[in-house]
């Protein structure tokens, strides 16, 4: 779901910091905001296809580079942090459903 999303961010904040640029640098770079760029960072924003391209031209990388996600593995400490925001965020119905599904995992 939003495994990619995060993957996708960690490896801009990988890109960036490679490059000892900071968020400010890369927003300047790209024109895209610097709020944009830190959502995206965090997993909490979904880029359009024309903002990865311009992510992909500031870095001077080709674009297919940024979909390369394979380096980006989550760890169990990732996993819970997503799996634990993904509870926060859950409506009612979604959070007994998950409830009774892990319920039924753990017996």
Same mark, same amino acid.
């Given at each position: 779901? *939003?495994?990619?999303?995060?993957? %996708?961010?960690?490896?801009?904040?990988? +890109?960036?910091?490679?490059? *000892?640029?900071?968020?400010?640098? /890369?927003?300047?770079?790209?024109? /895209?905001?610097?709020?944009?760029?830190?959502? +995206?960072? &965090?997993?909490?924003?979904? =880029?359009?296809?024309?903002?990865?391209?311009?992510?992909?031209?500031?870095?001077?990388? =080709? !674009?297919?580079? /940024?979909?390369?996600?394979?380096?980006?593995?989550?760890? =169990?400490?990732? /996993?819970? &942090?997503?799996?634990? &925001?993904? +509870?926060? *965020?859950? *409506?009612?119905?979604? !959070?007994?459903?998950?409830?009774?599904?892990?319920?039924?995992? %753990?017996?």
């Amino acid at each position: 779901m *939003d495994n990619v999303q995060e993957l %996708f961010g960690k490896k801009i904040r990988t +890109i960036r910091r490679n490059r *000892d640029m900071t968020q400010e640098k /890369l927003a300047e770079l790209s024109g /895209l905001s610097l709020q944009y760029i830190g959502e +995206i960072e &965090r997993g909490r924003r979904n =880029p359009s296809l024309t903002s990865v391209e311009t992510l992909a031209a500031a870095f001077g990388i =080709p !674009l297919a580079e /940024l979909f390369n996600l394979d380096e980006f593995k989550l760890t =169990p400490e990732d /996993l819970r &942090r997503i799996l634990a &925001r993904q +509870i926060e *965020d859950a *409506d009612e119905e979604r !959070l007994r459903l998950f409830f009774n599904v892990a319920q039924a995992f %753990f017996r």
